[in-house]
């Protein structure tokens, strides 16, 4: 199995790197065995790191240059059965070639942790964030998790291992992150020691389920009708296992590390009386703080929510939190054509799990950001603005609204 060779993380440290070099940091603080690589922006940054820390001696593992991205995933879905700690990745129409070996992985229950650079797909082409990638797999059993900073980068790669390979679930996890705003964007960043994350992750055991010759076992069967829905039912029933290992996980890292968030599921910013709430995902925090920060100190009562877990989906989480509001702005960086209300993947998704509630807020979609562009203050502002005639006359003019777009 794979070693770290130097003393390189043998104590704390404080870094300036992108969201792309800490999870490769975290891949060789979690002792990853195979990690395979092909190269498609933004994603490729982290395999770029990995390799420089191989070739340095900071990192020993077996290092496969693929074919293509289904290759790619093909490679770490077997490893991982045979008992190997695993790491890729994509972006864009590469995380869709990839698709087929994607949908296994999950069928088969193989804890990969891969990272997805958000990007725009192709035609036309563009280089920038957006999210419908990663969503491409919400329905497949891939836990999905939206991150925000590098420090998160670092942090949530760590407990994405953590929860994977926990017997009670063995499902793989994407780590979104966005291309651009994160994956080339440095800051300042805590890295654990190595003794820290030993006592914090464990060595991944596959138990009666690993593929080996003293362990003859049948991997991807043939079953037909016979046997298709109780094997989609146990990977339903390892889905909602999850949230609980989630929380577990969570917690114990808050106590090893000293650090986390209230909730593993979602981040609440001025929230507490906020009559509209701004709803958003990945690296939006940022001017989306920014502009809640400005609006208070105007007097105005809104806060912003960020959902960090799309898979599982944090429904508990976001009726308690958005309860209360007379409005809620659901920014999506994504689209999906031909929906109810022609609006974001996030928007329906939070408009159904707000549906049983009693008492409803008011809710509002704004596409944003496609392709990379910037959100700015002053769009976060309008956004308010328009979810605030519709609070103030109790009437939804237009539920969907693209954002700075010109005619």
């Known amino acids: 199995m794979a070693t770290v060779q130097t003393k390189l993380y043998e104590k704390e440290s404080e ?8 999870i490769g940091i975290a891949c060789a603080l979690a002792d990853v065995d195979v990690i395979t690589a092909y190269p498609i922006r933004p ?5 770029q790191y990995v390799s420089r820390l191989k070739a340095d001696g900071a990192f020993d593992f077996d290092y496969i240059i693929a074919e293509s991205e289904h ?3 093909e490679i770490v879905k077997h490893a991982s059965a045979v008992g190997a700690r695993t790491f890729t990745g994509s972006s864009g129409v590469g995380w869709f070639y990839a698709f087929e070996a994607i949908t296994v992985t999950a069928g088969l229950r193989m804890p990969v942790v891969a990272m997805v650079g958000n990007r725009a797909l192709d035609d036309p082409g563009a280089f920038g964030v957006e999210h419908n990638d990663a969503l491409a797999v919400r329905d497949l059993g891939w836990h999905l998790y939206w991150v925000a900073t590098a420090q998160e980068a670092l942090d949530m790669a760590l407990i994405a291992y953590k929860v994977a390979e926990d017997p009670r679930v063995l499902l793989p996890f994407a780590l979104s992150c966005d291309g651009s705003f994160l994956t080339h964007s440095q800051a300042i960043v805590q890295v654990p020691s190595r003794d820290q994350v030993e006592k914090f992750l464990p060595p991944y055991k596959r138990g009666k389920l690993q593929l080996h010759p003293d362990n003859p076992i049948t991997v991807a069967p043939q079953v037909n009708e016979d046997w298709l829905m109780e094997i989609r039912k146990q990977t339903d ?7 609980e290992v989630i929380k577990e996980a969570y917690e114990e890292f808050r106590e090893i590390f000293g650090r986390g ?18 709803v958003g995902m990945g690296t939006l925090a940022m001017p989306t703080r920014v502009a809640i920060r400005r609006m208070r100190e105007a007097g105005k009562k809104v806060g912003f929510l960020r959902v960090k ?5 944090p429904a508990e989480e976001l009726q308690k939190a958005l309860g209360n509001a007379k ?3 659901v920014i999506d960086r994504d689209y999906s054509y031909g929906s109810p209300s022609y609006g974001g993947v996030l928007f329906h998704e939070l408009r159904s799990t707000m549906y049983p509630m009693d008492k409803r807020p008011l809710m509002l979609n704004f596409i944003a950001g496609l392709g990379g562009r910037e959100v700015m203050v002053g769009d976060i502002e309008q956004i308010v603005e328009t979810t605030q005639t519709a609070v103030d006359t109790g009437k939804i ?5 693209w954002v700075a777009v010109r005619e």
Do not use: H, K
């Open 397 to 401: 003019e237009q539920e969907t609204t």
């Open 327 to 329: 409005g809620v702005a």
């Open 71 to 73: 290759s790619q995933f």
């Open 43 to 47: 994603y490729d940054t982290v395999m």
């Open 261 to 278: 968030d209230p909730s593993p599921f979602i981040e609440e910013y001025m929230c507490e009386d906020a009559e509209i709430i701004v």
């Open 15 to 22: 870094e300036l790197i992108s969201g792309s070099e800490a």
């Open 309 to 313: 877990f799309f898979r599982p989906f």
């Open 237 to 243: 029933e390892a889905m909602r296992r999850t949230p």
